[in-house]
């Protein structure tokens, strides 16, 4: 009898991430962590507490795009609040529903067939960390989009019910 303890090698890749349930409403609003502090992604960076800062302060929310996949021909509707808090870059935003494309990504992320977010940024200052990792200290945040596939496997549109004026975290779960 195989040992249970033991995985069996595989071609597949091996993806992390916790698992949550899409959340998006009726109306396409969106939410979520587009980027989280002191995790390696798939590229070898790792972005440090407060390197979206004086993007943020610059640009506002309003001065992030909103795209599907990082397409700049592909905008779905506009960020209405980012923020850094003790995890990473959190987003609020909503899709445009007047447009096609929001429409079908508001779809796709209602379904859980989609659910991932990935940034579009221009390091400012950076350092190579041991093992080839690179330390992202400041970033220039010029684009949040919904894609298929993120560079950062947990940055996804999150589970987040709200209780009269506070928000509370529901338990994980998938659709």
Known sequence: MPNPHLR????????????VAPAVSADGTVEGYASLFG?????????????FAASLARRGARGVRFLFQHDPAEPIGAWTSI???VRGLRVFGRLNLAVARARE???????????????????????RA??????????DLWEISVVTFPMLPDARVANVKRQFSSRTVAPASRL
């Open 8 to 19: 069996a090698r595989t071609l597949a890749p091996e993806l992390k991430r916790l698992p």
């Open 39 to 51: 995790v390696v992604d798939l590229g070898r960076d790792r972005v440090e507490r407060g390197a």
């Open 83 to 85: 923020s850094e808090d």
């Open 105 to 127: 990504v508001h779809a796709l992320l209602r379904q859980g067939g989609l659910d991932g977010l990935s940034i579009g940024f221009r390091a400012v200052r950076s350092a």
């Open 130 to 139: 041991a093992g080839g990792v690179r330390r992202l200290i400041e970033i």
